[in-house]
């Protein structure tokens, strides 16, 4: 089969497309063939970081159809269109993931590539309404934002969430979803374009980080009542920014370091306006099936930026790491 291998971390250009050894399913994994594959932030991490040993296939979000199974048991799945949930060996908890957890990708291959084997457990049948392309978009980011906003953000109706840099694949997901929730949604982003298109999406207000009086902006955009939950993703740059915004009492959950991960943070601020700050990270098999039934029901489609074909994975990394795209950049992988 052919996959997109890296060696050894560096720039984009250390991606490239070989023929390699199609991988056969254990008695307790699948194999599925792949028609699409999303990108997220985390493949830039790995492929920037990655030491080895030996080539690994990036790639967290994939949608195909079950093409074999490792023991006869599993038959059922075999012919199925699915999505794969990134999320591996994820334990019994809800609170938080076990010692054996994974993500999908590294180090375990993952699905820039026509195959990929997962465990049978992160098989999940794709809504019908979504096509490979739009599906491959979803895991990863829809997962981490679900468990975001209503497990670890516990999020109702009515109340008011900000979304610093809506062009994140995790933000957009978390627009849409917190938009089905009844939630008023305020977003940031440094890209006037950017801010229409999530106005399009029903974002209720959008403010340009790049203005300088942006957190006055957001303030008066939040009322009287304020901000209840800041989902922050960027990290050092914008945490210190969602402590001074957030309301009295209420929660930060943060799950990223776009712009860097050390902080100075004023304690006192957060003591005295009693803030929850609430680390998360990815979800589990629970939540997973929470968010596909309710994009399912709910009839919600992911605004995807790109297509690329699996050959040009260096060119959607490129595209990513400028920062330009709104929403998810895809792979598509031709039959
Ligand atoms: N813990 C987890 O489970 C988990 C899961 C998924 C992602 N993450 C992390 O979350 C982050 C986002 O991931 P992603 O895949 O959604 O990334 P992405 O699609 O590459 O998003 C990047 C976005 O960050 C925004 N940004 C950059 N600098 C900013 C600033 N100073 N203020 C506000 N926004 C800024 C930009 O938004 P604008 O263009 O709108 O300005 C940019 O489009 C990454 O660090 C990733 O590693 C963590």
């Keep these: 089969m052919r996959a997109v291998v890296v060696y050894r971390g560096g720039p984009p250009e250390v991606l490239g497309l070989e023929d390699v050894q199609t991988p056969a399913p254990s008695p307790d994994q699948a194999r599925v063939r792949l028609r699409a594959a999303g990108l997220n932030h985390r493949d830039l991490w790995n492929r920037r970081g990655y030491t080895g040993p030996g080539p690994l296939i990036l790639g967290s979000d994939g949608a195909g159809v079950v093409e074999a199974v490792g023991a006869e048991v599993h038959q059922g799945w075999a012919g199925r269109e699915v999505l794969i949930n990134p999320s591996l060996y994820w334990g019994a908890r809800e609170d938080a993931p076990g010692p054996g957890y994974q993500i999908l990708g590294n180090p375990m291959n993952g699905t820039y590539a026509e195959a990929v084997v997962v465990p049978i457990a992160n098989l999940t049948p794709k809504p019908a309404h979504l096509d490979f392309v739009a599906a491959a978009a979803l895991p990863l980011a829809g997962l981490t934002a679900w468990r975001a906003l209503f497990t670890q953000g516990a999020l109702r109706s009515g109340q008011t969430v900000l979304l610093p840099g809506i062009g994140s694949g995790v933000a957009g997901w978390a627009l849409m979803f917190a938009k089905e929730a009844g939630a008023r949604v305020i977003v940031t982003s440094g890209s006037e374009e950017k801010l229409a298109r999530a106005r399009g999406q029903g974002a209720d207000d959008a403010v340009n980080y790049g203005d300088p009086d942006w957190e006055l902006q957001v303030r008066q955009r939040a009322g009287e009542a304020g901000i209840d939950l800041v989902l922050d993703h960027t990290g050092e740059k914008t945490l210190p920014a969602a402590l001074r915004l957030v309301r009295m009492g209420g929660r930060i959950v943060f799950l990223g370091a776009t712009t860097g ?5 004023n304690l006192r601020t957060a003591f005295f306006k009693q803030v929850h700050l609430i680390g998360t990270t990815m979800g589990s098999p629970r939540e997973f099936d929470e968010m596909v039934a309710f994009v399912d029901s709910h009839r919600i489609r992911p605004d995807v930026h790109h297509v690329f074909p699996l050959g040009e994975a260096v060119e959607a990394h490129r595209l ?14 031709a039959e």
């Design 261 to 265: 991960q050390q902080l100075i943070l």
């Design 320 to 333: 990513m790491e400028a920062g330009r795209q709104y929403g998810k950049i895809v792979l598509s992988i």
